[in-house]
Structure formats: structure tokens, C-alpha cells
């Protein structure tokens, strides 16, 4: 069955990076899009972007551009979100999710920015 | 702000039926699929719907999802205590060249 496993909870400072893994399995990585989705404390969903693993593009929502990188390393099957210039409101429980719509989600990975 | 309108909260009597809406404009809801997602605290979204009226399997046909114009409703038959949950809308817009959700709604099954 598809997994996808994220990597752990981080804590950040205030202008530092965060990048986040999300590992597949149980399904063909480069065959569907890989989204990452973003829920702060109490909040809705926010859709940040996504990356094609077969070529390697990405479209990112515009609220993000310049701060977010997508990557994928399609010989381990893991995708990778790296969120640069952290600020407190980055707070929230960052996911990935396959499939078009997002299918099969990962668990989430809480990242908290706080001085 | 969310692109998509969605009411804060419903709520209705196991047994009943409830409706949520989802509204939005001809680029987003107007011209491309929606999809309804489920969401109990501290755990991921579940896909209820696709193509504004695909049920993933797995999903019992009690689940139902329509699209009419720029707006498009979930509808929840024999209400379970075990549906209160968060639900969300969600698709691609065509101007924002990405993917958008609703704010959410709250259903309570008293």
C-alpha cells in the first residue's frame, strides 16, 4: 500500500532554514505529482506546492516563492521541502500527499519557529 | 482569506442528512474538478471525493459530492457520530496557477 513517511518535529529560530523529507513506497515515485500542504495551529489547509519526481519541476504557490525548494532524489524515492528566512506564522504541520487530487498523505511533520 | 467559501460550521442529528457548500469562481470551481477531504484533529486529511463526484474506494456512498456553475456541495447522509470531523474543498485555479482549499467546515452531530 502507498506510504509516506516524514521525517521528524523540528524547532527553528527565526530566520533559519527547515527541510523536511517525505519518503515513498507502495507506488511507482516518479508516476504522480508530489504536493506539500501546510496546516498552522487551528487553521486550514494551505497548499504550498508541488513537484513532478519523474522531471523534477515544481510550481509553488506564490505566497512561498523565494523562500521554498523542492527536490527529489528518485534513487531512495524521497521528496524534500526546504523552507529558508523562518518566521513564527511558519509554525504548522507541514504534509505531503501524492496523487492528483492529493490521495495518500503523509502524517505530518510539526515545525515550530520560536526565539 | 481563502479563495473558496466555505460555512464555518453545520450541524445536524445522527440519522439526518447535511449539506456543505463550497464557493468559488469560473477559475477555480467554474472550470476544474473538485475534491472533499475529511480531517479529524491531529491526523492527515482523507480523500471523500474526486472529479466533484468520485467516491475513492473505500468510502461508503453515504458520502456524495456535485458541482453546479462556481459552487459545488458535500452531502452527508445517515449522519454518524463518528463523521463530526473537519471538511474542506479543495481545486486547482487556473489564475492563481495553484492548488486552493476552502476554509473548512466544522461538522457537529449532536
Known amino acids: 500500500q502507498v506510504q509516506l513517511v516524514q521525517s521528524g518535529a523540528e524547532v527553528k529560530k527565526p530566520g533559519a532554514s527547515v527541510k523536511v523529507s517525505c519518503k515513498a513506497s507502495?507506488?511507482?515515485?516518479?508516476?504522480?505529482?508530489l504536493h506539500w500542504v501546510r496546516q498552522a495551529p487551528g487553521q486550514g489547509l494551505e497548499w504550498m506546492g508541488w513537484?513532478?519526481?519523474?522531471?523534477?519541476?515544481?510550481n509553488s504557490a506564490q505566497k512561498f516563492q523565494g523562500r521554498i525548494t523542492l527536490t527529489r532524489d528518485t534513487s531512495i524515492s524521497t521528496a524534500y521541502m526546504e523552507l529558508s528566512r523562518l518566521r513564527s506564522d511558519d509554525t504548522a504541520v507541514y504534509f505531503c500527499?501524492?496523487?492528483?487530487?492529493?490521495?495518500?498523505w503523509g502524517r505530518g511533520t510539526l515545525v515550530t519557529v520560536s526565539s | 482569506q481563502s479563495v473558496l467559501t466555505q460555512p464555518p460550521s453545520v450541524s445536524a442529528t445522527p440519522g439526518q442528512k447535511v449539506t456543505i457548500s463550497c464557493s468559488g469562481s469560473s477559475s477555480n470551481i467554474g472550470n476544474n474538478y473538485v475534491s472533499w477531504y475529511q480531517q479529524f484533529p491531529g491526523t492527515a486529511p482523507k480523500l471523500l471525493i474526486s472529479?466533484?463526484?468520485k467516491r475513492p474506494s473505500g468510502i461508503p456512498d453515504r458520502f456524495s459530492g456535485s458541482k453546479s456553475g462556481t459552487s459545488a456541495t458535500l452531502g452527508i447522509t445517515g449522519l454518524q457520530t463518528g463523521d463530526e470531523a473537519e471538511y474542506y474543498c479543495g481545486t486547482w485555479d487556473s489564475s492563481l496557477s495553484a492548488v486552493v482549499f476552502g476554509g473548512g467546515t466544522k461538522l457537529t452531530v449532536l
Open positions: 472529479d466533484n463526484n
Open positions: 507502495g507506488y511507482t515515485f516518479t508516476g504522480y505529482y
Open positions: 500527499a501524492t496523487g492528483e487530487p492529493p490521495n495518500d
Open positions: 513537484i513532478n519526481p519523474n522531471s523534477g519541476d515544481t
